[in-house]
């Protein structure tokens, strides 16, 4: 074995949940003053454990012995073709409870998962081959903090509409966008109609029909289609055949990410991924896939984040650059991580706390960003019976 390393009605509420979630001012400092009342994080872990240290958990017979001619950027999994310079787009994905169930998600490579105003969460998908995605959506709002994460990989920027930090964000940095809501759309979106029907409100009812439909959005919006030169990915793979494994045991990690937002990751070890459940246990579906969604890695970024202060519609920031702790957390295991981001555009790297840069497993990517006053509810256990639900 080779060793490797909303509403009215709701405005009250939301300012409530922001407090509890994400507290500070308008973004001069990234301080955090109030600690949330949750519980403190709970690690449960065995003395064998303690020995355990960063391993190749496959034995030589399992190793496979030809390594593919391509593989894809974003996941390291083989590819039929070379798309290692393809730019990848990111779509903003509605994730309000009223807004469920979503399509096209199953077809990231790579989702972040941020807090925006009032304590609700909002997705952002990467994926290189959107040409091949089926109904995408809903699609919302950007906010300027979704933007460095996207530029982290170079990505085409799909939302529907902003906040007036994002707009000028895009302004500034003169990036290629599609947007649903102020333009250019490239005639990428469609009001689903069965929704409006249904009494969804009209918010929640913007959708990119198909993945053809987004490419032909960036072929006639004249849009850079290859990775920009000098571009450094920031996905780091473990060398083909190898699988990591890492110090403690998790099959269980719950993640509160506001007083709204509770994200469970339920390891399946037949399949070796973590399934993904949100609002208090739901499974998280995709709709047009008829599938949960599942990932090989789970990242979790703590950083700080605030209220823009005199914002009416009591907005935050969100510090993307610099450094952060966090976790890496796959194959039923975890080891404590530190993220780095030199700037707003650099590429976001992920180091082990001796320095050491860590390798991905190769497969799709869930990266939850939360925020400090909350990292002390982030739980790890081995509690499984969630995927009873399934």
């Not at 001069?28 to 994080?41: F, G, L």
């Not at 984040?305 to 975890?334: F, L, N, P, V």
Request: glycine share 6%.
């Amino acid at each position: 074995m080779k060793l490797r390393k909303i509403l009215p009605f709701f405005l009250l509420a939301a300012t409530l949940l922001m407090t509890a979630s994400c507290k500070g001012d308008s973004g001069v400092q990234n301080t955090v003053t109030t600690e949330p009342e949750t519980e403190k994080a709970e690690v449960q872990q065995t003395e064998s454990e303690t020995e355990k240290s960063y391993y190749v958990a496959y034995t030589p017979e399992e190793k496979p012995k030809d390594v593919p001619t391509h593989t894809h950027p974003l996941t390291g999994l083989s590819s039929d073709k070379d798309i290692s310079t393809k730019r990848p787009v990111s779509i903003m994905v509605n994730n309000i409870q009223q807004s469920l169930p979503q399509s096209g998600l199953a077809g990231a490579d790579i989702i972040y998962e941020c807090l925006a105003e009032g304590g609700i969460t909002r997705l952002m998908m990467i994926t290189t081959n959107y040409e091949n995605l089926t109904k995408i959506g809903s699609v919302r709002s950007a906010r300027d903090y979704y933007i460095d994460f996207a530029q982290s990989y170079d990505c085409i920027f799909t939302h529907a509409g902003g906040s007036t930090y994002a707009y000028s964000t895009i302004k500034n940095r003169k990036l290629n966008n599609i947007d649903g809501v102020k333009g250019p759309t490239g005639n990428a979106f469609k009001r689903d109609q069965n929704r409006i029907n249904a009494g969804y409100a009209y918010e929640h009812t913007l959708f990119i029909p198909n993945g053809k439909k987004l490419a032909s959005a960036v072929d006639s919006l004249g849009y850079r289609k290859t990775v920009e030169k000098g571009y450094e990915t920031p996905m780091h793979f473990t060398e083909w055949g190898d699988i990591i494994s890492l110090d403690k045991t998790v099959k269980h990690v719950k993640v509160i990410m506001s007083q709204i937002q509770t994200v469970d990751f339920v390891y399946n070890e037949k399949e070796m991924v973590y399934y993904r459940f949100q609002y208090n246990g739901k499974a998280h579906m995709d709709e047009a896939a008829k599938k949960q969604l599942s990932f090989k890695n789970v990242i979790l970024m703590y950083n700080d984040c605030g209220s823009i202060s005199g914002d009416a519609k009591h907005r935050i920031w969100m510090q993307t650059t610099g450094e952060g702790k966090g976790y890496y957390i796959t194959q039923g295991t975890y080891r404590e991580i530190i993220w780095k981001k030199a700037n707003a555009t650099a590429p976001i790297k992920y180091y082990y706390t001796d320095g050491t840069e860590v390798e991905l497993n190769r497969g799709k990517t869930m990266i939850n960003v939360v925020s400090n006053p909350t990292k002390s509810s982030v739980k790890f256990d081995n509690d499984t019976k969630l995927l009873n639900k399934k």
